[in-house]
């Protein structure tokens, strides 16, 4: 084949996957002038689902970090049979389809459920409330976390523990004075993802706690329904979360760039097992 | 009662480190990579536990599997230098040394001259400063023990002798039990009063530099500490002399008693090296050979004539013209040919 063809074929080929890609954001900005944009999120039904996202994807995400942190370090630390198979059960939920981890959340938390009967006695109700939203999105998002943050751990290097422990630093010390700050791009890499993924939760969420106006609508939830409604400002909502994602990518390239010594290169690789 | 002893088994990965050592003063231990050197200092350090034996500092117990006692790292009181020196990246100097203990990190930065850099990143400092902070951080935590892993293995030659200098007179000064371990027979014999060697996780001689070069126990041994070895079959003399027949053909003398199968040890230093036959001299040994290399070091030239390795002045390597391709002669006395046992 001529040279000059073959050239032509791989700058074409890279020029339809690129619009391709982003095409569907460039449609969502050309749709709606700007102006517009910023009147239509004065919607009360934006407002209602903007806050519902942002209360449930932070509480999430704070229960994701507080949880999967420790989780994590004695994953990428410790060695001891049966480690894998808890490597998989962390990853499992990646995999799932969302309307199965739904369902399953409703098999375990339901008032028919694993523990619905216990859960009726303490007077509590979870599916269909915010705590359902939040439990949705924490076992959909974490695995993103948890796995990230293994890798940046284990990326810290063994001499650097060790010497603190010789130093006089005990399990706890060394963890906050060395582990962490050292696995630090990493951490702080796998909660953007896991904040992205938390953001754009639909799956789940709409099985195991419906889309509730004000209570358990989040943005996605609320775009679906606007959609056949009021597509316009479905767009516009789209439009935020493209905001919203583009920042957090933006930070989370940051994130990843930033790393305070040549031993410990945090990356988004899988972890070992 | 020796400062710290370790008496322990751990088992590596393709053979067991079995270790029966007191150190009291500067002790290191030296053998080739693999064998097991840094483990020692883990199991002593507390970041690995042996599966049997006792490790202790003064009496008081750090492991005693048999008793199931084992005291963790950081309530032991060691100062570990790690190889590449684990400096912790994300921290200043000062705040490198001030982990190991606030209460002395400027008078540390005063002595090891690193006060000007106290600011600084590990990343900015050259390996010697690297390796001064990696000490007084070590010290700072006013260890009972102090613990080497390849002191000068991470430095360039240029360095290298100058920090080895250095650290001669610190250890001097420290009066700590120290525990070094290294590949470089030439540093453990200059930092150390007490060198062991180190093979497959079992120690084969341990004694001064002196006496491992003087009675090797062993042809690894031997060759470990610079010497050249032949292998030969000895048989006594009626002139109290021992006759040793190379494989290669050639007869030596030895001093030493022997019989049978047997390494003959001579070091560089202990060779002259001539361009005619002497026959009047008072070296009884005397091989022939072709130079395959003359490599300067330092002062010296190191000349390899045929099996032997010959260390002489540079002045004198001039003298004689030695080049490679020629033929010249290299003899030893009787009394400096060590004979030990294959």
Redesign the interface.
């Known amino acids: 084949m001529q040279r000059w063809l073959q050239g032509a074929l791989f700058f074409g080929a890279s020029v339809v996957a690129l619009l391709f890609l982003a095409l569907p954001v460039i449609a969502i900005f050309t749709r709606v002038p700007p102006g517009r944009l910023v009147h239509l999120l004065s919607n009360p039904v934006v407002r209602d689902a903007l806050v519902v996202s942002l209360k449930s994807t932070a509480i999430a995400e704070a229960l994701i970090l507080l949880f999967g942190t420790p989780l994590a370090y004695l994953l990428a630390t410790r060695r001891f049979h049966g480690r894998a198979l808890l490597i998989t059960i962390v990853e499992l939920p990646l995999v799932l389809p969302p309307a199965v981890a739904g369902i399953g959340l409703f098999a375990a938390f339901g008032r028919s459920g694993l523990f619905g009967s216990t859960l009726d006695a303490l007077g509590l109700d979870i599916p269909f409330t915010l705590t359902a939203v939040v439990l949705a999105i924490t076992l959909v998002a974490s695995p993103l976390y948890v796995r990230t943050a293994i890798a940046a751990f284990e990326a810290v290097?063994r001499?650097?523990v060790?010497?603190?422990?010789?130093?006089?630093?005990?399990p706890a010390r060394t963890f906050f004075?060395?582990a962490f700050?050292?696995a630090g791009g990493g951490l702080a890499a796998g909660a953007a993802l896991a904040f992205a993924r938390a953001l754009g939760e639909f799956g789940a969420t709409i099985m195991f706690a419906g889309s509730l106006r004000g209570v358990t609508q989040t943005l996605p939830l609320a775009i679906y329904e606007q959609f056949s409604l009021d597509f316009d400002t479905a767009i516009a909502m789209g439009a935020l979360l493209v905001v919203v994602s583009l920042a957090l990518l933006l930070s989370l390239k940051l994130a990843l760039s930033w790393q305070?010594?040549?031993?410990?290169s945090a990356s988004l690789s899988a972890p070992s097992s | 009662m020796a400062a710290l002893s370790a008496d322990f088994r751990l088992a590596l990965r393709s053979f067991e480190l079995s270790l029966a050592l007191d150190v009291e003063r500067v002790v290191a231990l030296v053998g080739p990579s693999g064998a097991g050197k840094t483990s020692v200092l883990r199991v002593i350090a507390g970041l690995t536990r042996p599966q049997a034996g006792q490790v202790g500092l003064n009496g008081e117990p750090w492991v005693d599997v048999e008793r199931g006692v084992f005291v963790p790292p950081d309530a032991r009181s060691v100062g570990l230098v790690f190889q590449e020196y684990a400096l912790f990246p994300h921290m200043s100097v000062r705040q490198n040394v001030a982990f190991g203990g606030k209460r002395r990190v400027d008078e540390l930065l005063e002595r090891f001259r690193i006060g000007k850099l106290a600011g600084a990143r590990p990343r900015e400092l050259s390996g010697g400063e690297r390796q001064r902070v990696a000490l007084a951080r070590a010290l700072a935590r006013d260890p009972g023990v102090l613990l080497l892993d390849e002191p000068l293995s991470a430095l360039d030659t240029h360095t290298k002798a100058a920090v080895r200098v250095e650290l001669e007179e610190l250890l001097d000064g420290l009066e700590l039990p120290t525990l070094i371990v290294t590949h470089d027979y030439e540093d453990a014999a200059a930092l150390a009063e007490t060198v062991g060697v180190l093979v497959d996780g079992t120690v084969r001689q341990i004694g001064t530099p002196d006496e491992l070069v003087a009675r090797p126990a062993d042809p690894f041994v031997a060759s470990f500490t610079g010497a050249n070895l032949m292998r030969g079959h000895a048989e006594p003399m009626e002139n109290g002399l021992t006759i040793v027949w190379l494989e290669a053909g050639e007869v030596v003398y030895s001093t030493d008693e022997a019989r049978g199968a047997v390494g003959v040890v001579v070091y560089p230093w202990d060779v002259a090296v001539g361009r005619l036959q002497i026959t009047d001299g008072s070296a009884l040994n005397l091989l022939a050979g072709q130079v395959s290399s003359v490599v300067p070091i330092g002062n010296r030239v190191r000349v390899r004539i045929g099996p032997l390795t010959a260390e002489v002045t540079a002045a004198s390597a001039e003298k004689l013209e030695l080049a490679r391709g020629g033929t010249a002669y290299a003899s030893f006395k009787a009394t400096g040919t060590r004979l030990v046992p294959l």
Do not use: F
């Open positions: 290097d001499d650097l060790a010497a603190s422990r010789t130093l006089g630093a005990g004075r060395v700050p050292l305070p010594s040549r031993q410990t």
